[in-house]
């Protein structure tokens, strides 16, 4: 099945800099990513996500980008706040109704 | 607007000890719904999926079951709980396979 591969584990940003996580997959045939982000003790929640027929999708300060030939994603977070600590799941969906994520990323965000 | 609730939102228990937990979904007919085990710390494990009432797939085998007696709830159980099914179970629903996902608040469970 698919696996996803997500690194760094651990964060940790200036504020105003910015962050990048980094996903690979093994199955060539998914074609959905989205990105969670959970807070402590929270539920994860969407925050961006891009199919296999885009290259780049932004959302204010969220960039993700794909390149499918290497089965690479990754979120790019611009300008960081201390409110975008948290920790961060990347996800691939190669078949219907089957989503398999990432070990996530903590980021910290510090003054 | 869609609602999704889970129930209860904490549980204790004891090895051996049965569980049901329940999740509902207000506000949207007919939506794919799944159940999600988080271990502390540890990333999201997709455990079931259903796309209709009284259709459920198996994703990972870790002696638990689920049922969907409902076209709005999906009900995850077992009768006996392995100290290894401590964690955070997370409900969610999409409209579709290749949609987005939007989880639940979840359950905290806590196997003694």
């Known amino acids: 099945g698919e696996q996803v591969e997500q690194l760094p584990s651990i964060l940790r940003v200036q504020e105003g800099s910015s962050a990048s996580i980094n996903c690979s997959y093994e199955?060539?045939?998914?074609?959905?990513f989205p990105w969670y982000k959970q807070e402590p003790g929270e539920n994860p929640k969407l925050i961006i996500d891009?199919?296999?027929?885009?290259e780049r999708k932004q959302i204010q300060e969220l960039i993700v980008l794909l390149d499918k030939k290497a089965k690479r994603f990754s979120l790019h977070i611009t300008d960081t706040q201390p409110g975008d600590s948290a920790m961060y799941f990347c996800a691939a969906s190669s078949s219907f109704s089957k989503l398999v994520f990432g070990q996530g990323t903590s980021l910290s965000v510090v003054p | 607007a869609q609602t999704i609730h889970q129930w209860p939102v904490a549980e204790i228990k004891a090895v051996g000890s049965p569980l049901s937990l329940g999740c509902t979904i207000k506000?949207?007919?007919?939506?794919?719904l799944y159940w999600y085990w988080q271990a502390t710390g540890g990333t999201l494990q997709q455990l079931f999926y259903?796309?209709?009432?009284?259709?459920v797939e198996s994703v990972v085998q870790l002696n638990l079951s689920a049922s969907r007696p409902k076209d709005d709830q999906f009900i995850l159980s077992t009768e006996k709980l392995l100290l290894s099914h401590s964690g955070f179970y997370l409900c969610?629903?999409?409209?579709?396979?290749?949609?987005?996902?939007?989880f639940g608040p979840g359950t905290r469970l806590t196997v003694l």
């Open positions: 506000g949207k007919s007919s939506p794919n």
């Open positions: 891009i199919r296999s027929n885009m």
């Open positions: 199955d060539s045939a998914s074609n959905y």
């Open positions: 259903s796309i209709t009432v009284g259709q």
């Open positions: 969610a629903w999409s409209t579709g396979g290749y949609a987005e996902q939007f």
